[in-house]
């Protein structure tokens, strides 16, 4: 296990949360490896905190995907497959086609100023070159979408579906990702949205999300050939 683990303070977060995301952070960076044992007493003396909020963190990671707990083994960091980023990514598809298809009717022009601003956000994360702000931005900017579609119903099963995806994402904008090609296709995400053309929105979401699945393949098979 790393030596260089640290707890992120936050006075305003739990400690449960506070240890969440250190956590998180050093699986999405690469400290904490796929198959890595996550031992509360270890991380417990390392971050200085009881296993009681280790034990809560833990439970969070594997609702992110970031861990699994083996019978007889305890939790240990899990690895990404290709399978589960299909799996996943089939049912975001499908999600992303309901959303837009509503959102090309229900949008207003709030909710495409909420747009544009959202994609300024982005283009300014892209220019930072900060992974984890370009993830942020750009799923505030789909945010912006799913709210346009009044359904709340649909907004929170996304929202549900996207702490699985989040891995996915962050290793596809950490060593893949085109990010004027992003730019791009957000950019026809909105014009699409713009002119209430639902046919052409889906076919640029599902490229975009396509887009995605092959650089995180690409990642996904480099790990297996070097494990």
Not at 116 to 123: H, P, Q, T
Not at 153 to 168: A, D, G, P, T
Request: charged content about 35%; overall charge negative; some cysteine.
């Amino acid at each position: 296990m790393t030596d260089e683990l640290t707890l992120n303070m936050d006075a305003f977060l739990p400690l449960r949360d506070v240890v969440f995301h250190t956590l998180r952070d050093a699986i999405l960076k690469g400290e904490l490896k796929p198959g890595e044992r996550l031992m509360e007493m270890h991380l417990a003396e390392k971050l200085g905190v009881s296993r009681t909020p280790i034990r809560e963190a833990i439970r969070m990671l594997e609702q992110e995907g970031l861990a699994v707990t083996i019978p007889r083994k305890g939790a240990q960091v899990a690895s990404m497959t290709e399978k589960d980023l299909e799996d996943v990514l089939e049912v975001r598809d499908a999600l992303d086609e309901l959303a837009v298809s509503k959102a090309c009717e229900k949008i207003t022009e709030t909710g495409y100023q909420d747009l544009e601003d959202a994609m300024a956000a982005f283009e300014d994360a892209v220019k930072s070159g900060d992974v984890r702000e370009i993830v942020q931005t750009d799923e505030k900017f789909h945010d912006v979408i799913y709210r346009a579609t009044d359904n709340p119903k649909l907004v929170n099963i996304v929202l549900n579906l996207r702490e699985q995806m989040y891995r996915y994402r962050y290793e596809y904008v950490k060593d893949n990702a085109d990010y004027e090609q992003l730019v791009q296709e957000h950019a026809r995400i909105m014009d699409g949205l713009r002119r209430h053309d639902k046919k052409y929105v889906k076919g640029v979401m599902h490229t975009h999300l396509e887009n995605q699945m092959e650089g995180v393949r690409e990642v996904i098979r480099e790990q297996e050939e070097n494990a």
